[in-house]
């Protein structure tokens, strides 16, 4: 009996499938890290990110994207083996699935092996951790099952439960990308939290340069216009959400002042107090205290916000000339 032959499309189908595949899997595992990563935080992880401008966006394009394409390419190549049945027996098609099978198993290995060597080690096993070696665990062995499957030709024998299967791969999809609006908020929530965390940075560096005003001159500016320093090359920022100027006012010469300005949300329900994607560094000491960077309080609610500030003369003396 003649050998099947494989043609470019063979190859071509199962190239673009095998690429898709691996990379959804690679994609939905590490979706599954960052949320596991929002439920239990690493007290530990204190910079500033969110989780949309870091790999969740991604990660959910390469879902909705490439996941369908896998499951479109399969249907195309079981389409043609139904038509022509030698198609089961080019070498491409062996060649995915066993590599494919070989990944997945060699996945599983090593995901134990990591598991069993951390116990072994002291490492503390945390939930977080246990979590991802089941997520790499579980998704390695469905991979596994599914693929020998179709190696055994069974799917083939049995082409409805191929197909409910295809269906509720997609509906998990759907499932793993709706989870991601629903535990991190949407996307134009992040933009809000985002424009929150840069008005916070404004604020800041004006701060400093009101004390660094205060030092040169022993006394408070006026208005921030008075801040602006060709030399030093510092211009007052403004509020890059709505263009405005943000609130100075003095409020018990010749020490204190207050800053304020308008915002989106409630920082205790941004990512910074419940995960570590924080933002803004947000201590806990009280609002009215030293100018001393990290010792000021930055939470804010929703709408408009006024921190006060005093500057300790002692601790900031003048600068000497």
Not at 4 to 27: E, H, I, Q, R
Not at 78 to 98: G, Y
Not at 122 to 147: R, S
Not at 181 to 194: E, N
Request: hydrophobic share 45%; proline share 5%; glycine share 4%.
């Amino acid at each position: 009996m003649e050998k099947a032959k494989t043609t470019p499309k063979d190859f071509f189908y199962w190239a673009g499938a095998m690429v898709a595949l691996y990379w959804s899997v690679l994609a939905f595992i590490f979706l599954m890290f960052d949320y596991i990563n929002f439920a239990y935080p690493d007290p530990l992880n204190i910079y500033a990110s969110d989780p949309y401008q870091g790999g969740v966006s991604f990660e959910m394009a390469s879902l909705i994207v490439l996941f369908p394409v896998f499951i479109i390419l399969m249907w195309l190549i079981h389409r043609d083996i139904n038509k022509d049945h030698s198609r089961s027996e080019v070498w491409v098609r062996r060649w995915a699935l066993v590599l494919t099978l070989f990944i997945a198993a060699l996945s599983m290995i090593i995901d134990l092996v990591v598991l069993v060597h951390s116990f072994l080690n002291g490492d503390a096993i945390t939930t977080a951790f246990i979590l991802k070696v089941v997520v790499v665990l579980c998704v390695a062995a469905v991979a596994f099952m599914h693929f020998i499957a179709d190696y055994w030709g069974y799917w083939a024998t049995y082409p409805m439960r191929a197909r409910s299967v295809g269906i509720g791969s997609l509906v998990l999809m759907l499932l793993s990308v709706g989870a991601g609006f629903l535990i991190l908020g949407t996307p134009q929530h992040a933009r809000l939290i985002r424009f929150d965390q840069a008005k916070i940075s404004d604020l800041q560096n004006i701060q400093s340069e009101v004390l660094n005003y205060y030092q040169q001159k022993q006394a408070l500016p006026a208005s921030l216009a008075d801040l602006t320093n060709s030399l030093s090359y510092f211009s007052v920022p403004t509020d890059a959400q709505t263009g405005q100027s943000y609130d100075y006012h003095i409020t018990t010469p010749p020490y204190s002042f207050e800053l304020c300005a308008t915002f989106n949300t409630d920082s205790a329900s941004d990512y910074g107090s419940m995960t570590p994607y924080g933002a803004v560094s947000r201590p806990t000491a009280p609002a009215t205290t030293h100018t001393s960077g990290g010792l000021n309080n930055w939470t804010h609610s929703a709408g408009n916000q006024c921190f006060e500030r005093t500057i300790d003369s002692t601790l900031y003396p003048p600068l000497t000339k």
